[in-house]
């Protein structure tokens, strides 16, 4: 555990501020999948929008962290 806190801390000297913004996207559209409330009639549009958004941040950032994770290991 102590080893992810340490990459996720290098991740974190390695971002800028466009990074972290899409990290809250990121959590903001998991968030909305994972308790959403919306009535029925405009549920599937407000899924298919926040999946679009966590996969259009959730790649970019994971290959990031997963390039950190790599650099360490060399």
Known sequence: MK???CYADRYLE??????????KF??????ILAGIRIPAKNRKQAVCVAAAVFAATYIPLMAKFISVILEEEK
């Open 3 to 5: 080893k992810l806190f």
């Open 14 to 23: 390695r971002s800028d501020w466009r990074d972290i913004a899409m990290l």
């Open 26 to 31: 990121c959590l903001f559209s998991l968030g």
